[in-house]
């Protein structure tokens, strides 16, 4: 390929299935089409399909056997027995429409879709806009408006279909911890899992600094959690920590789970990030992309629940990939209030973190 090329691999289904029946601001109600759908308008305004460099992907086709290799026959056909009766409940954060099973094995294949097109070499970097999300769900449970886990489905669809044996990162920028895609690796050393989410340190909650992997996965867990109320100008101080780790351990694919719902406007995040958080991102996985993988890169929409700041944060990262210049909208000019311990803390947990990884990386020095 002689210039890049970048592919969007979404379908229309995703910005008009899976109707949450529940009114805002119930937790629930935030997982919508409307996320999908003020994105694509977006980019239909911007005419952004006419830039030869995007390419607009549909997802793969899958069938059950493939769910299989992620999911226990229980859970699937649960899902689709409560897709055939038209509604149900899982738990307290998981609802079902007629759509839902149908709509979560397009999300699936969509990922895969996303993923495979690098790898054959098809576009140089993809962004999948799916939904619902997957990094909560677990083999035998949905969670956390998550129904299958995409991004951990889509790797062992890698490892045990098209016998793919590389090593893989998975960078999890969503402001909750991927408690169900961490299950998936916990103890493999060919997949490097690094969170970076919103904690409770008043309460507490897992993900914290110590669940590093177990096994020969050991180190290859890592976990930079953040206080609610982190900036712009904090929240990349844990590329610090990333940047040498992904140089060793030399990753042939960089997957990013990549939830904004950091945003400032999120509903369910208490995180105050503007797409310029996004686009800086953006900029530095790539450039480390480019160093380790040949720049083999897929994101993979997780949450993010803000109307107004979805479409502005996807094109701020399609703007990174693109090398573009990006600038905050007008109405991400906010002057937040500045709380100096924040900035202590993600120090703190950085300095904590070091140490405790410097026994599994060379290139970490404490």
């Known amino acids: 390929m002689t210039e890049n090329k970048i592919g969007i691999v979404t379908d229309d289904d995703f910005a008009s299935k899976n109707i949450p029946p529940y009114p805002r601001p119930t937790f629930l109600s935030f997982e919508t089409p409307l996320r999908i759908k003020v ?24 069938d059950e056997s493939i769910i299989k290799l992620a999911h226990s026959t229980y859970h699937i056909n649960s899902i689709k027995y409560l897709s055939s009766l038209g509604s149900g409940f899982l738990g307290d954060e998981v609802f079902i429409t007629k759509d839902t099973f149908n709509l979560a094995k397009k999300a699936l294949g969509g990922t895969i879709e996303a993923i495979e097109s690098v790898l054959k070499k098809e576009i140089n970097q993809s962004i999948a806009l799916v939904r619902p999300p997957g990094h909560h769900a677990s083999r035998e449970k949905a969670s956390g408006l998550c129904i299958f886990n995409n991004i951990a489905n889509a790797i062992l669809y890698l490892r045990e279909i098209l016998n793919y044996d590389k090593r893989i990162a998975i960078i999890d920028i969503d402001d909750h911890f991927g408690d169900g895609l961490v299950q998936y690796f916990y103890d493999d050393p060919s997949v490097l899992y690094f969170s970076v989410h919103e904690y409770d340190y008043l309460e507490g909650d897992i993900g914290f600094i110590n669940e590093l992997g177990e096994g020969e996965g050991i180190g290859k867990n890592i976990n930079f959690p953040i206080p609610m109320g982190t900036r712009d100008d904090e929240f990349l101080e844990f590329f610090d920590i990333l940047k040498p780790i992904l140089k060793e351990f030399k990753p042939d694919f960089i997957i990013v789970a990549a939830g904004f719902d950091m945003y400032f406007d999120d509903a369910i995040g208490n995180c105050l990030l503007t797409s310029m958080s996004y686009y800086n991102f953006t900029n530095r996985i790539l450039k480390i992309a480019n160093n380790t993988c040949n720049g083999k890169l897929a994101f993979i929409l997780e949450g993010g629940y803000s109307l107004i700041g979805l479409p502005v944060c996807v094109h701020a990262v399609i703007k990174a990939l693109l090398k573009e210049k990006h600038e905050r909208h007008f109405f991400e000019n906010v002057n937040f209030l500045k709380n100096p311990k924040t900035k202590d803390d993600i120090i703190k947990i950085k300095v904590a973190l070091k140490k405790l990884l410097s026994n599994y990386w060379i290139s970490i020095d404490y």
């Not at 994105?39 to 899958?62: G, H, T, V, W």
């Open 39 to 62: 994105i694509m308008d977006y980019f239909e305004k911007i005419n952004l399909f006419a830039d030869k460099q995007i390419i607009k992907i549909s997802p793969r086709d899958i």
